[in-house]
């Protein structure tokens, strides 16, 4: 019996090293796809301002497709959390995810007339080189492999690249908000951008301390500052 019990054990074991070998792997191409696409977008925007000499007007035009397509292809993070593939918490995930959605299909798509600003083209390289370095760092770990800088680099271009990423969408949100008043009869819409609006200071205020505390985290079992 107890060979039984230990056989069946043994069974089990490698079945659950099985499931976890093949979520590495999913996880691990995942992450470097990712890295690959965010990369491309960052590439473009900037082939973009250099062929146009600086031109942010025209940045929106060179990058639409792929970033739309790349950043829409982000809810398979909210999918990963809540199967359990990554410890990553829900809620952070869910306002990250669906804010940069609802600029994507909610304003850039809907409001062309915003296409041109400024906040567009900072917005776009706040979000590539953040997710260029997370995708990077989350591939890479997977594979066990755990360069200090990149670590470092993980839990502090946030200081800069988050602030610059929600003041953009924040601008971008606020610029285009009289042309909702043409969107709907009833102005429904315009109000429940008005909303969205105000909840972006607790929604950043949510991210920004969690990062820091993924920092204090992380950097302080390597001793990094």
Same mark, same amino acid.
């Given at each position: 019996m107890p060979n039984k019990t230990r056989a069946g054990s043994s069974r089990t074991r490698k079945q659950q090293s099985g499931v976890k070998d093949i979520i590495d792997t999913y996880l691990f191409l995942y992450n470097g796809a990712s890295f690959v696409a965010w990369g491309c977008v960052f590439y473009m925007v900037v082939l973009s301002l250099l062929n146009s000499g600086g031109d942010f007007t025209v940045v929106h035009n060179d990058v639409r497709d792929v970033l739309t397509y790349v950043q829409t292809g982000a809810i398979l993070e909210v999918i990963h959390v809540v199967l359990g593939l990554v410890k990553t918490p829900l809620t952070t995930t869910v306002i990250q995810v669906t804010s940069r959605l609802y600029l994507v299909w909610g304003i850039l798509a809907p409001f062309?007339?915003?296409? +041109?600003?400024?906040? #567009?083209?900072?917005?776009?390289?706040?979000? /590539?080189?953040?997710?260029?370095?997370?995708?990077? =760092? @989350?591939?890479?770990?997977?594979?066990?492999?755990?360069?200090?800088?990149?670590?470092?680099?993980?839990?502090?271009?946030?200081?800069?690249?988050?602030?610059?990423?929600?003041? +953009?969408?924040?601008? #971008?949100?606020?610029?285009?908000?009289?042309? /909702?008043?043409?969107?709907?009869?009833?102005?429904? =819409? @315009?109000?429940?951008?008005?909303?969205?609006?105000?909840?972006?200071?607790?929604?950043?205020?949510?991210?920004?301390?969690?990062?820091?505390?993924?920092?204090?985290?992380?950097? +302080?079992?390597?001793k990094i500052h």
């Open positions: 062309p007339e915003v296409r +041109s600003h400024w906040a #567009l083209t900072t917005m776009t390289i706040a979000w /590539s080189v953040t997710e260029i370095v997370r995708y990077l =760092y @989350y591939g890479l770990n997977i594979a066990k492999i755990q360069p200090t800088w990149l670590l470092w680099c993980r839990y502090t271009f946030f200081f800069v690249l988050y602030p610059l990423g929600a003041g +953009s969408e924040s601008v #971008l949100e606020y610029v285009s908000l009289p042309y /909702s008043l043409e969107f709907d009869k009833y102005n429904i =819409y @315009y109000y429940v951008r008005i909303g969205v609006l105000l909840s972006y200071l607790p929604g950043f205020y949510t991210m920004y301390t969690h990062m820091i505390y993924q920092r204090k985290k992380y950097l +302080s079992k390597r």
